[in-house]
């Protein structure tokens, strides 16, 4: 076991590596000046010069990627080429509302779709799993910023029950930091419970139909013990897969629903530092999101064990 | 697994189409994709004005007679805007599928059959999949020119690996098959393996997996479009008409809620095609879902 | 005393029933949305407005300009000699910068260098100067070479780059690079922790400022500041904008789109209009080196096709924000001019009618106009698919391309063919302050030297009348040869002027006295 999360890290190294070529290559063969960015809209060829001369965009791409990987090897991401702060800084004061709101949704979709197809699953055929079924694949059909903007439209502007846009962080309370966060929470929270409570539904029919589950029903243990204790337990893998390879997912939502609450997150400054062609900070933020992406998965596959008896990895 | 060992390579199709009638909601998706694709195809004829066609006095205008679903920020005809992005969508999507399978289809056949292939391009394919998609799409449309050919090529990427690990793990299920054995030990030139015994297998679950491909390329599409990031608003798209109209969204919903019902009808009607689909045609699925 | 004032206002919000609020604060805050993103903080480097008016909270000038376009003293007073030759400025006494030190002659010698590198302007004025030299702790002599008509302008200039002063230590960062510190002089003192690029910048009252006792008048006169601290957000989406400034989280928007004004009327406790006089002048501007627009009848073809009203029409909507006029240099500026207007006049279909007769005539052979169009600059993205429509109706063959603004701005500086990353046409905005005179109207330069702005037409004529205009010491004088400047700008296609518009800002009622100004002023303003 732990021979195979050593394999697994040291597999992620090559995988890391051909990110980091990949995106640096992509950034500097393209075309855009971070140092016009800098200079600005009315800035004559002969100032952006000056600037890019600064900047060192100009030395041989070899020596600057290398010079970038060892850079990083212990520990330095760079400096933002247009607000020269560090890249790090920069990431640090934008990731709590992102993973805020990434934690809320997730916290949304588990409260909301996992009940749903348990529902589903037991009702099999009704009323009840139609509807689910009905309102997953709508879910999924959907663009989150239209999700977005009808939530805004009832709830905030009709309703005015809660706020249009914004972000008020955790440490100025539990109370305006939910009351902000809940409409992009569940805006960015609709495509997960369209595709949980749809893998939920499923593999909860697949379990339900074991032996040991008709087992334990046979036995006369109570219909809810059942669902919940022998069912769920066993569907939970299908449910984690989910949330490991819908990440990717949940990151494009993260940019869309930053944009439509206007929450200072990773997701607007990533954005902002592509059409700034801001080289370093794209690079970490596309590296740091990959690396999540890698740990996530591992985590999973670790967890996988941990919920299932069955799986065993030599 | 996928394909039963009795008949290796049979058209899947004609064997398994006619096991049930189709659910109403399968015939549903059916009529409105066919009523989108009929968009796409005689745009220029249901249209009520070029879709381009400016007209400063008339911005913003309420639906009426003659601007059915009245007018965006341009003046332009919201009605014939939106019938003209059906085509850009249905293209983008078209592209995308048929992209990434083009490419993932071969990759994903070699690294299934060659190990050391397979070592070097599935750590590439887990390094392409490690990076979101819709950062990487930003950045190329953003870096390159944002034209169609880009944007198709820049959502393509990020479904490449999905398609590659698809293919790869149904060859890997075939070479584990006796037909493929009892071909290797007849001495059958890799070729014909590949065509023959191999690729068969993949037809199905790439049908399944290109309809969702294909849905959810127009839904990045019309994502990029609203960053910002987007085809250009010469040629109408659901994604740019939505961005424009999201300014005007307090004073004027519709002109974002327009594209987005049609948008949501057309990926909704893939969505359950695709169901309907894999319902029929990939037995390991079978079962589950709607 | 701080702490009294701090204690009694907390106690009269308590009064008013705002428990339920987060941590009662006295402090007079202002938060306004200003109408792009500060990602950059080096005022001498940048061009961009918002980092202009950046560097006026932090940073204080020797000049400024008054309302009625005339230099005034403002960190240091002058004195000009009778030939007009030398300029002496005198520090006022006890300027401090924000680290403490105190303010020196040597210091703004170092600041004035730096920015005349930088600075377009600057530079022709330094081509001019024979010494910049510190004669005592707090006398600067400034003395030319050959006579320069517009010292004291550029000293006090709003425009894009004004001349900041600085600590010497700052100003002799190498050239290209951005200051690594914001110590200024100015009123405000920038809060570098609460800093986050592209988000947010915050800046407190400077207490050691001490305020000239004359009244306040655009950027001369007493710089007072009365309120305690100011907080710009980046807000992307002008809908999420203005729901906060309802709201009241929000107390200032810098600019507002004006299609969404109606939203405004319906708001209470909003108030909205024009807090900066000058507006800003929409520019179509032509590649005179690549063809199709390198024959100057295909660019007045160009000219007679494009509509002003269509183009600010579509892009603005309510006339009431913008003006037409033939002026190259600002609708309502002292050098305003009408010459050339003859390429305006007349109905649209009639100009449309010369267009098609002169392409005709010039034999346009069919070459497409590549014109750039950016995606995500909502100001300056319908003008091209306007401009595109009226110029294929006159028979030209137009490509639009649409890119993002960052991608163009790099395009821009090229002027390979097409096909290997040129283009043809594109079009920017120049807030009146960076266009209202033939010295700093980069879009007038007739060098066509690779170092002028993106465009390159070339003008022997316009060169010599610019050269004259730096010596010419009366305003009538000016006048004239500015005239004379866009007579020939226009005729030769120089680049067409799409019309004029205003920044209409918004600001909740408890914001008051805001003054006007050629940026948004931040001293004068209570709450």
Redesign the interface.
């Known amino acids: 076991m732990i021979y195979y999360f050593i394999r697994r890290l040291l597999l992620a190294v090559p995988v890391m590596l051909f990110v980091a070529l990949f995106v640096f290559l992509l950034l500097r063969l393209t075309?855009?000046?971070p140092a016009?960015?800098?200079?600005?809209?009315?800035?004559?060829?002969?100032?952006?010069a000056?600037?890019?001369?600064?900047?060192g965009l100009d030395r041989p791409l070899a020596g600057q990627f290398v010079a970038w990987i060892g850079n990083m090897l212990t520990g330095d991401f760079g400096n933002?080429l247009?607000?020269?702060?560090p890249v790090l800084e920069?990431i640090g004061?934008?990731i709590g509302p992102t993973l805020a709101l990434a934690v809320v949704a997730m916290a949304l979709t588990v409260v909301i779709s996992v009940p749903l197809g348990i529902l589903a699953a037991w009702r099999h055929g009704g009323l009840i799993d139609r509807a689910v079924m009905a309102f997953s694949v709508l879910g999924f059909s959907v663009p989150i910023f239209v999700t977005g903007y009808v939530l805004i439209g009832v709830f905030?502007v009709n309703l005015k029950w809660l706020?249009?846009?914004?972000y008020k962080p955790l440490a100025?309370?539990l109370g305006?930091f939910l009351y902000r966060i809940i409409l992009p929470g569940l805006a960015l929270a609709s495509i997960y419970i369209a595709l949980v409570s749809r893998m939920t539904r499923a593999s909860m029919l697949e379990v339900l139909r074991e032996d040991y589950v008709r087992t334990a029903r046979a036995k006369g243990l109570p219909e809810a013990l059942v669902l919940f204790r022998h069912a769920l337990r066993n569907a939970a893998i299908p449910i984690l897969t989910v949330v490991g390879t819908g990440f990717a997912m949940m990151v494009s939502g993260v940019v869309v629903t930053e944009?439509?609450?206007?929450i200072?997150g990773l997701g607007?400054?990533v954005v902002?530092a592509v059409?700034?062609?801001d080289y370093p900070l794209i690079q970490a933020i596309i590296l740091l999101t990959a690396a999540a992406y890698v740990v996530i998965n591992l985590l999973i596959d670790l967890s996988y064990a941990l919920t299932d008896p069955r799986i065993r990895y030599q | 697994m996928s394909v039963e060992p009795d008949t290796p390579g049979a058209p899947l199709m004609r064997r398994r189409l006619p096991d049930r009638p189709p659910h109403w909601t399968t015939v549903l998706a059916l009529v409105i994709l066919i009523a989108v694709v009929g968009m796409a195809v005689f745009a220029p004829l249901l249209a009520n004005f070029e879709p381009?066609?400016?007209n400063?006095?008339m911005?913003?205008k309420p639906a009426s007679e003659t601007y059915w679903l009245g007018t965006d920020?341009?003046?332009r005809d919201l009605y014939s805007r939106v019938v003209h992005g059906a085509r850009v969508s249905l293209l983008v999507g078209a592209g995308v599928a048929a992209g990434s399978i083009a490419i993932g289809l071969p990759v994903g056949l070699l690294a299934g059959w060659f190990r050391g292939f397979d070592a070097v391009v599935m750590r590439m394919m887990d390094g392409l999949m490690a990076i979101p998609g819709i950062l990487l799409a930003i950045a190329v449309v953003?870096?390159?020119?944002?034209?169609l050919t880009t944007v198709i090529i820049a959502i393509m990427l990020p479904e490449i690996p999905q398609v590659v690990r698809l293919v790869r793990s149904r060859v890997l299920a075939a070479r584990s098959e006796t037909y493929v054995d009892a071909a290797v030990l007849l001495g059958t030139p890799t070729r014909r393996i590949i065509t023959r015994h191999l690729f068969p297998s993949t037809i199905a679950p790439l049908i399944v997996q290109g309809t969702y491909i294909y849905a959810s390329a127009i839904l990045t599409e019309a994502a990029l479009s609203f960053l910002?990031?987007?085809?250009?608003?010469?040629i109408p798209t659901w994604g740019n008409i939505m961005a424009e109209g999201?300014?005007?969204?307090?004073?004027n919903p519709w002109l974002v809620f327009w594209p987005a019902i049609v948008l949501s009808a057309c990926i909704l009607s893939i969505n359950l095609l695709g169901d309907a689909l894999r319902d029929r045609l990939d037995p390991k699925m079978k079962g589950r879902g709607a | 005393m701080t702490f009294l004032r701090y204690g009694t206002l907390g106690l009269a919000a308590l009064a008013a029933g705002a428990f339920w609020s987060?941590p009662v604060s006295a402090e007079q805050v202002v938060t306004a949305v200003m109408q792009a993103?500060l990602?950059?903080?080096?005022p001498h480097?940048?061009?961009?407005q918002i980092?202009r008016t950046h560097g006026f909270m932090v940073f204080d000038t020797l000049l400024g300009m008054d309302a009625d376009y005339n230099p005034q003293p403002q960190m240091a007073d002058y004195a000009v000699s009778d030939d007009r030759m030398t300029y002496t400025l005198t520090l006022r006494e006890g300027l401090k910068w924000h680290d403490g030190t105190p303010v020196t002659a040597e210091d703004c010698v170092a600041s004035l260098r730096r920015w005349g590198?930088?600075d377009?302007p600057g530079r022709t004025m330094m081509t001019h100067v024979a010494s910049i030299a510190a004669t005592s702790d707090r006398e600067i002599v400034i003395t030319l070479a050959k006579p320069f008509g517009q010292v004291l302008e550029l000293l006090a200039k709003p425009s894009?780059v004004p001349p900041f002063m600085m600590p010497k230590r700052l100003a002799e960062t190498?050239?290209?690079?951005?200051v690594?510190e914001m110590i200024g002089s100015g009123p405000f003192r920038f809060v570098a922790e609460e800093?986050?690029?592209?988000?947010?910048a915050v800046y407190v009252r400077n207490t050691d400022y001490v305020p000239r006792a004359e009244p306040m008048s655009w950027t001369a006169g007493g710089k007072v500041v009365n309120v305690d601290k100011v907080v710009w957000k980046?807000?992307?989406?002008?809908?999420?904008?203005?729901?906060?400034i309802q709201?009241g989280?929000v107390d200032l928007i810098e600019q507002v789109?004006i299609?969404?004004l109606?939203?405004l009327d319906m708001a209470e406790g909003v108030e909205y209009g024009i807090k900066n006089p000058l507006g800003a002048q929409v520019t179509g501007r032509f590649n005179h080196r690549l063809p199709p627009f390198d024959n100057a009848d295909l660019r007045r073809a160009a000219m007679y096709a494009l509509d002003q009203?269509?183009l600010m029409?579509?892009a603005i909507?309510n006339p009431d924000y913008y003006t037409l006029c033939a002026s190259a240099y600002g609708c309502e500026v002292p050098l305003a001019s009408d010459a050339g207007a003859e390429y305006l006049a007349g109905s649209a279909e009639e100009r449309m009618a010369k267009a098609q007769e002169l392409l005709k005539a010039a034999g346009y052979d069919g070459t497409p106009v590549m014109m750039m169009?950016p995606?995500?600059l909502?100001i300056l993205?319908?003008q091209p698919?306007?401009a595109?429509?009226r110029l294929r109706e006159a028979g030209f063959d137009v490509d639009?391309?649409?890119?993002?603004?960052?991608?163009l701005?790099?395009?821009k500086?090229g002027w390979q063919p097409v096909a290997e990353?040129g283009w043809n046409m594109l079009f920017?905005y120049?807030g009146v302050t960076?266009i209202w005179n033939p010295l700093v109207h980069?879009l007038l330069d007739g060098s066509g030297a690779?170092?002028?702005?993106s465009g390159w037409p070339v003008s022997p004529e316009i060169e010599s009348l610019r050269a004259e205009y730096l010596t010419s010491p009366t305003l009538d004088d000016q006048k004239r040869i500015a005239a004379a400047i866009q007579q020939i700008a226009w005729d030769q296609g120089f680049y067409y002027n799409a019309g004029e518009f205003k920044s209409v800002a918004a600001w909740r009622t408890e914001l008051q006295d805001i003054e006007p100004g050629p940026i948004t002023l931040f001293w004068g303003m209570h709450k």
Do not use: C
Not at chain 1, 50 to 55: E, V, W
Not at chain 3, 195 to 200: A, L, M, N
């Open positions: 075309p855009g000046d016009q960015a800098i200079a600005g809209d009315h800035a004559t060829p002969e100032q952006i000056a600037i890019r001369d600064s900047l933002s247009i607000s020269q702060r920069m004061q934008r905030a706020p249009v846009q914004g100025e309370g305006p944009t439509v609450f206007n200072p607007r400054l902002d059409l700034a062609r | 381009t066609r400016l400063a006095a911005r913003l920020s341009f003046g953003a870096l390159t020119k944002a034209g910002g990031v987007g085809i250009g608003t010469e999201r300014l005007y969204f307090a004073m | 987060a993103p990602r950059t903080l080096d480097l940048s061009t961009a980092v590198e930088n377009g894009p190498p050239k290209g690079e951005q690594a800093y986050r690029p592209g988000d947010q980046a807000m992307p989406d002008m809908q999420t904008t203005i729901n906060a709201s989280d789109t299609d969404l109606p939203l009203d269509t029409q579509t909507g169009q995606t995500d909502t993205s319908t698919i306007v595109a429509e639009v391309v649409s890119m993002d603004w960052a991608t701005q790099s395009r500086n990353g920017t120049w960076g980069a690779d170092t002028a702005w």
